[in-house]
């Protein structure tokens, strides 16, 4: 006959409740670790993101003739400026889209990757130009 220990459940359930999200965070790295595993795959992110950037930093430099600060740029840099310019790619090069898929680069890789890679640049691009200011 086996005796409910209210202790051991609770233990037990506490233990499941700790390893759900340890396993969806390692399941999180392992995907982005996944997204780039070789250096052909990064230079075909690469190579998506340049085409983006040249559209997306001019579109947003266009700010300054409208005395816009730093922050407010970089903010629409990293957001609106690349959501117009993936929707820009959606409707007018989505032919572009069936080279990198061809390559074995989903739709979603590129656009994680792409995102990433957006936030890094501005970063830096924000960090460069408060070094100058001082």
Not at 24 to 35: G, S, W
Not at 80 to 101: C, E, P, S, T, V
Not at 104 to 123: D, E, H, M, R, Y
Request: hydrophobic share 55%; proline share 2%.
């Amino acid at each position: 006959m086996s005796t409910f220990n209210k202790n051991s459940y609770n233990q037990q359930w506490l233990i499941l409740e700790i390893r759900r999200p340890l396993s969806m965070l390692t399941a999180a790295i392992k995907a982005a670790i996944t997204i780039m595993m070789s250096t052909r795959e990064i230079k075909l992110y690469l190579e998506y993101y340049r085409g983006i950037f040249l559209l997306n930093a001019p579109l947003s430099l266009m700010l300054l003739f409208f005395r816009f600060k730093l922050v407010p740029i970089l903010i629409f840099f990293c957001t609106l400026g690349f959501a117009l310019i993936l929707a820009y790619y959606k409707m007018f090069r989505n032919q572009d889209y069936y080279y990198y898929h061809n390559c074995g680069i989903t739709k979603v890789q590129l656009i994680v990757a792409t995102t990433c890679i957006n936030l890094v640049v501005s970063i830096i691009i924000y960090l460069a130009v408060l070094w100058f200011i001082d």
